[in-house]
């Protein structure tokens, strides 16, 4: 089969020629493109649709002759529905249907984020990876699972992408400014102080532009500065991506995305891998950035699973989320949790396993260094968050959650009671009759931390312990006081995203968390917070 695509939800208009093989594997016939580059400013929706206009018929025209591939022996054409800029997508769109209609092919939209996650999983050979995609207007970590990609977390504000160009274009470097910040970050050396925003598996990034500026102000040299921007926000993603590979258990990571191309955010994602016995994968540079041979592989796997549009359901969509489309041509491996064996488990940022003190039953809670971050970006974060957690833990209990008791405090290390029970993700797989009562509960603790002011920061199924109808909060080493209704929000944030991502099958669920946060004194003003950051997620809302 061989397919046509054509890319055009932003700065550039690509298309790519694919042939999918017997094996079922990529072979990559074209990819070429031609990106706008502003000369000063960002991108202007219209502006990229005028050069995507422009150039579309000769990017076309150089596909097929590099191909070598005549537009009668194409099978389909495919083409970004969305997401993305209106009329970027429009004119791609446009460009693509008047091809398939003149050379009597069918024709498929698909959508951009998945199209990045398969591309990358078909031409390196990940099986059941965690896709950390970072681009200009996206930055999320997704997984399948459940007939979908779940998104397990994403940006708050803006694209990681979007931040590195817009920091560099305030310093006078046109755009993409990515490759530039690169660059300079080669020449830094010294770690200047930036936010550190994580909140489970979601990031923000808008605060790393505003510290960036002030250190400029300062007076603070400009390789410094992208130095520090360049290893913190790729801290962040990687700590996002190693948390996902936790939660879902899955041991394979590719990158996407145009940021993805940037060398040190690679080293860092192999290194983290290969600490927790996974494995990093990264297609070629060409399919990394937007291009048109994801999109037509994309449109191969989606044809070849039956998937078929009449001309009037190939109107773009602007908004179209990675978690909107059916994966039809995927099977879920099936693989159940494993959960926290004799007490041991392995999470993004610590390791717990059984222990003894003074005859006590007790779990030794460990954060070891972190070989992909800076020595002293690594340990301030983990010293940080052990004293954070064992402070909490005796804060959170004396709002009414149970916790377990700190019994010791030892470096980066916690030794602490060992509660009974299971995960809550295991216990709503075990027992999926029970999940509502496991979850009011769940929502219940979350009130009553919020109602002292805290939030637990990591609130995710993995992070619950269910036993005989109780349950308990552990792990709270991004827990904060004094937290305004936004945090409050993000929280609950967090954990309906873990649910959406991992339970599928209880699509009740996040409602059964938000009754037992009312009932036990929630407050309205956090529960319309979440849908606020619902409606502010990437692509989600109007």
Request: charge should be neutral; include cysteine; charged fraction near 25%.
């Amino acid at each position: 089969m061989i397919v046509l695509g054509v890319e055009g939800t932003a700065h550039t208009l690509a298309v790519g020629v694919v042939r999918r093989r017997a094996d079922g594997t990529p072979e990559v016939l074209a990819s070429e493109g031609d990106m706008l580059r502003p000369a000063q400013g960002g991108i202007h929706p219209r502006e990229a649709a005028n050069h995507h206009a422009e150039v579309g018929p000769d990017v076309l025209e150089r596909a097929l002759a590099k191909a070598g591939v005549a537009p009668r022996d194409l099978d389909l054409v495919a083409f970004s529905q969305g997401p993305g800029l209106g009329p970027c997508l429009r004119t791609a769109a446009t460009l693509a249907r008047a091809f398939a209609l003149a050379a009597g092919k069918p024709v498929l939209g698909v959508n951009h984020c998945v199209a990045h996650l398969e591309i990358g999983s078909g031409v390196t050979g990940a099986k059941d990876p965690v896709l950390l995609y970072a681009s200009g207007g996206n930055t999320q970590v997704i997984a399948f699972s459940g007939g979908r990609y779940r998104v397990f977390g994403e940006t708050l504000d803006v694209g990681v992408g979007n931040m590195l160009d817009k920091f560099a274009r305030e310093e006078g470097h046109p755009f993409p400014g990515g490759p530039e910040v690169e660059r300079l970050a080669r020449g830094g050396s010294k770690l200047l102080d930036m936010p550190y925003s994580v909140k489970g598996m979601d990031m923000a990034f808008s605060g790393l532009l505003t510290a960036a500026r002030a250190h400029r102000a300062k007076g603070e040299r400009l390789e410094d500065v992208c130095f520090s921007l360049q290893e913190t926000a790729f801290a962040m993603l990687v700590e996002v991506a190693e948390r996902a590979l936790a939660h879902a258990e899955k041991d394979e990571v590719v990158l996407g995305g145009g940021v993805a191309c940037n060398e040190r955010l690679w080293q860092m994602t192999q290194r983290m891998c290969a600490e927790r016995g996974a494995v990093a994968y990264r297609p070629e540079k060409r399919l990394l950035v937007d291009n048109g041979a994801m999109i037509a592989w994309l449109g191969a796997l989606e044809w070849g699973a039956g998937v078929r549009q009449e001309l009037d359901e190939t109107r773009v969509d602007q908004r179209q989320r990675t978690d909107d489309v059916q994966v039809t041509w995927r099977r879920d491996a099936g693989r159940p949790f494993a959960g926290a064996a004799e007490g041991r488990y392995q999470g993004a940022e610590a390791t717990v396993a059984p222990a003894e003190l003074l005859g006590r039953a007790a779990v030794r809670k460990t954060r070891p260094a972190k070989g992909y971050r800076l020595p002293a970006l690594d340990q301030a974060l983990r010293g940080s968050r052990t004293r954070a957690e064992a402070r909490l833990l005796a804060q959170a209990r004396r709002a009414g959650v149970r916790t377990p008791l700190v019994y010791a405090v030892e470096g980066e290390s916690l030794v602490l009671e060992r509660l009974p029970g299971v995960q809550l993700k295991e216990a709503l797989r075990a027992d999926p009759q029970g999940a509502a009562a496991l979850l009011e509960a769940t929502g219940a603790a979350a009130a009553r931390l919020h109602a002292r002011g805290m939030t637990h920061g990591d609130l995710t199924t993995s992070n619950v312990l269910a036993a005989e109808g109780r349950v308990a909060l552990v792990d709270f080493g991004l827990a904060a006081l004094n937290a305004e209704d936004e945090d409050k929000g993000g929280d609950l944030h967090v954990l309906m995203e873990a649910l959406e991502a991992t339970h599928a099958d209880l699509p009740d669920a996040f409602a059964s968390v938000m009754k037992g946060y009312r009932a036990a004194g929630g407050t309205e003003a956090v529960a319309r917070k979440v849908e606020e950051i619902v409606r502010r997620g990437r692509y989600r809302g109007t």
